[in-house]
């Protein structure tokens, strides 16, 4: 019981200090972008990110040993991810989800709503899994479809990867290269990341990652990164 409190207390202490970040984050936009608030609803200038949460419907993905599945999982990081921009960021940025519900969608239809929304950038969110149960942390992934187009995907994926080390205390695995269609069928010219948020298959990991509040905290490191990268 007392290591269960110890971890309802870590998570709320670092829940607690990337809200007082993002109020510091929020003040910087309302005074260095006053005259984009006033024109908010001129939708062409907010920066279009589309949050592809892997798997869904049949797909399942890894899962833990008690059975909670990775496709759960990283949709309810994603729905926070929604939550948190509305709330907190007055829907600053236009986020929108390849899925909203347990639906499988196809690799070739995620790729495709995003070219077809012009999305600025593309984050595909999962979970890991390893026969070795002692492997941990993140891992990020980039496909280099050019020298800028690299660079800023990469510094995306740091700055993501430092937020969850720094403020999660998440092992960092650092940024990879991938083949994954979703990355490799994106505009060359997008910022585009494929994120391992975490091992299913280690014990620590997945018990993390299985609690909701633990979601959120993910969901904030990543919005707050995303806000960081902008230069906001």
């Not at 908010?40 to 798997?55: A, L, M």
């Amino acid at each position: 019981m007392k290591s269960n409190r110890h971890e309802r207390l870590s998570i709320t202490l670092a829940v607690s200090k990337i809200l007082n970040q993002f109020m510091v984050l929020l003040f910087c936009i309302f005074f260095l972008n006053l005259s984009y608030s006033q024109s908010r609803k001129d939708q062409s200038n907010k920066t279009i990110v589309v949050i592809d949460p892997g798997h869904g419907g049949k797909d399942d993905g890894a899962t833990t040993r008690n059975g909670i599945k990775e496709k759960d999982i990283v949709l309810g990081i994603a729905s926070k991810l929604v939550e948190f921009n509305n709330e907190l960021l007055e829907n600053h940025l236009l986020l929108f989800l390849t899925r909203y519900t347990d639906t499988l969608i196809s690799l070739s239809d995620r790729t495709e709503l995003a070219k077809k929304l012009k999305a600025d950038i593309f984050i595909s969110i999962h979970c890991n899994q390893a026969i070795n149960r002692t492997a941990s942390g993140t891992e990020v992934f980039i496909h280099p479809k050019s020298e800028v187009q690299a660079e800023e995907s990469a510094y995306l994926g740091f700055t993501i990867q430092k937020g969850l080390a720094d403020i999660l205390g998440v092992k960092n695995r650092g940024i990879k290269f991938g083949n994954f269609q979703v990355l490799r069928d994106y505009n060359d010219s997008s910022v585009t990341v494929l994120l391992e948020l975490g091992f299913l298959s280690q014990t620590d990991e997945a018990i993390y990652l299985s609690k909701e509040e633990s979601q959120s905290a993910v969901a904030l490191v990543i919005l707050q990164s995303i806000i960081k990268f902008l230069g906001l």
